[in-house]
């Protein structure tokens, strides 16, 4: 093999690599990669129509969700509204604790995924976003803010899910 037939195929095999490695960063949760979650664990999307009551909650610069315990019964169907009165972006993700540590090491790789699965939502400062979640079994379900620094400055909480009994 002559040098500029090696070089040729050198250049070919790095555009390849460089095009796969640009449509994973770029890509979004959705379609992007698996998080390898089961939803299951933490419940179901829920319905607007089967929404039983509405919860406020208040992302903020100090990487605090407001308030950070929840209480919730199974079989319940909450429409989560997410007040971000900071000056940067937040998310609220639900998840297993998990879950939420395995995504928060593919945000901290990939800082400009877009998400686009009904357990979360990306919230621009001085924005409100909504998530609307139906909690089928007892139990816990956390949530934080997967953010490059958030999760790790302590933006977490979790939801108690109890008994519908």
Known sequence: ????????????????????????????????????????????????????????????DTMRFSPSGISVKAGETIKFVLNNSGKVKHEFVLGTDKDLKDHYQQMMKFPEMEHDDPNMVTVEPGKSGVVIWKFTTSGTVDFACLLPGHYDAGMRGLIRVGSNK
Do not use: E, K
Request: charged residues 5%; glycine residues 14%; hydrophobic residues 40%.
């Open 1 to 60: 093999m002559n040098t500029s037939n090696m070089y040729l195929r050198l250049m070919i095999f790095v555009g390849l690599i460089a095009c796969a490695g640009s449509a994973w960063s770029a890509g979004n949760h959705a379609g992007g990669h698996s998080h390898g979650s089961d939803t299951s664990a933490i419940g179901q999307p829920g319905q607007a129509a089967q929404v039983t009551r509405a919860i406020q909650v208040d992302m903020s």
